[in-house]
């Protein structure tokens, strides 16, 4: 965009944008769950006994949250490989 033609530059912003990518996957699931919609992968809330429904009836346990800090973790890690 601004004319970098540098391969780290590149690996920076690719993981910039995957971690900007999950955070906003996790900022708009109030909005999504009620439509009814979840975007969630769904092998980390098999992982933690969480349903689709748990998401959408708004449920604040301990296993949902687990399920945030799973993907929110993920978000952290790409920012790590930046630094």
Same mark, same amino acid.
Request: proline letters at 2%; charged letters at 25%.
């Given at each position: #965009?601004?004319?970098?033609?540098?391969?780290?530059?590149?690996?920076?912003?690719? =993981?910039?944008?995957?971690?900007?990518?999950?955070?906003?996957? #996790?900022?708009?699931?109030?909005? =999504?769950?009620?439509?009814r919609k979840i975007f969630l992968p769904?092998?980390?809330?098999? #992982?933690?006994? &969480?349903?689709?429904?748990?998401?959408?009836?708004?449920?604040?346990?301990?296993? &949902?949250?687990? &399920?945030?800090?799973?993907?929110a973790s993920q978000a =952290?890690? =790409? #920012?790590?490989? &930046?630094?």
């Amino acid at each position: #965009l601004v004319g970098v033609r540098d391969i780290h530059a590149d690996h920076a912003a690719s =993981h910039i944008g995957k971690a900007q990518g999950i955070v906003t996957c #996790l900022r708009a699931t109030p909005y =999504h769950s009620t439509r009814r919609k979840i975007f969630l992968p769904m092998d980390i809330c098999m #992982l933690h006994g &969480v349903s689709q429904e748990d998401f959408i009836r708004c449920r604040q346990e301990k296993n &949902v949250r687990d &399920v945030i800090y799973d993907i929110a973790s993920q978000a =952290h890690v =790409h #920012l790590e490989h &930046v630094r």
